[in-house]
């Protein structure tokens, strides 16, 4: 097994390591020998355990993979740092520490889907596949690809994070693909309105009944309220739904909530629900009312 890139900078981060401290005469040859060793050890048992050590073939992609995946660890673990690298790569443990800690973090991060397994038990395969690389490579995006799958994963514990949190009703239906900002625009602007109550479906029946203050109507005020939901929740969730959010997000709630007023005018007025509902719709098509319950009304 190969682990020295031939241009220092390039290629997977052990690699990287590996060839600045050659370069820079911080590792003796006795001392790449033992590193290597125990990763040609990892990948027999990698192939072992997930494709079959007696082909060569697959044998190598194993020793592509566990590059990848002790890259992914010792960045982590040295915070991006060759020095920090080479040091716990010398240490007793040499790769097998960043190799668990690459493979807990792919664990972490990986979409659970019902009724697919993965090749691999709990990481996904096609997340492997972009952490997996050859030592030449000249580059290598495993590092991006798990940055992107870490900010799905807290978006993915956001959205569950705000229904357990803000939604009075804990089950929901398998069938309903709102987007985070849907989520997040329904239970702001249901709180806004209602009191700071847990979500119901229930807020065109209560709309009749509330009365709208004046200071609601402009965007610092929803920003207020947002900021207020988002603070309940872990700050890198919180920032997964910031970083997830338009520019037109605030203007959309706040056009939701002047929808909402002449709503309410028709309401007052007994407007029939055939004459609501053509109303609602047209809004609907004139501009997403985000915010605006998707459910219907029992």
């Known amino acids: ?48 355990k997930f494709y079959n050590k007696y082909k060569m073939h697959l044998l190598e992609q194993a020793a592509h993979d566990v590059i990848g995946i002790t ?18 790569l010398l240490s007793p443990e040499g790769v097998v520490k960043p190799f668990q800690k690459g493979w807990s973090m792919l664990s972490l991060v990986s979409k659970k889907v019902p009724g697919k397994a993965s090749l691999y038990g709990d990481v996904d395969e096609q997340l492997l596949q972009q952490v997996s690389s050859p030592p030449d490579a000249e580059d290598w995006p495993g590092w991006q690809a798990y940055q992107q799958a870490l900010t799905e994963h807290h978006r993915h514990q956001a959205m569950q ?60 005020y929803l920003s207020l309220q947002t900021e207020a939901v988002l603070s309940a929740l872990p700050k890198a969730n919180a920032d997964a739904i910031r970083a997830d959010l338009g520019q037109h997000f605030i203007p959309a709630l706040l056009r939701t909530l002047h929808f909402c007023r002449d709503y309410q005018k028709l309401q007052q007025a007994d407007a029939s629900p055939e004459k609501l509902d053509a109303f609602e719709h047209k809004q609907g098509l004139q501009s997403p009312l985000l915010g605006w319950p998707h459910y219907l009304e029992l």
């Open 1 to 48: 097994m190969q682990l020295v890139v031939r241009e220092q900078g390039a290629g997977p981060f052990l690699s990287q390591v590996l060839t600045l401290a050659r370069a820079e005469q911080q590792l003796s040859a006795e001392q790449l020998q033992q590193i290597k060793s125990k990763a040609v050890l990892m990948s027999l048992k990698f192939a072992d």
């Open 71 to 88: 890259s992914l660890g010792l960045q982590a673990l040295s915070d991006g740092d060759a020095r920090q690298a080479l040091a716990l």
């Open 161 to 220: 994070l705000l229904r357990q949190h803000f939604y009075q009703q804990q089950v929901f239906d398998e069938f309903e693909h709102f987007s985070l900002e849907e989520v997040l625009a329904e239970i702001v602007l249901y709180r806004a309105l209602c009191s700071g109550d847990k979500v119901k479906q229930d807020l065109k029946k209560r709309l009749r009944q509330i009365s709208l203050a004046e200071h609601w109507f402009n965007d610092t």
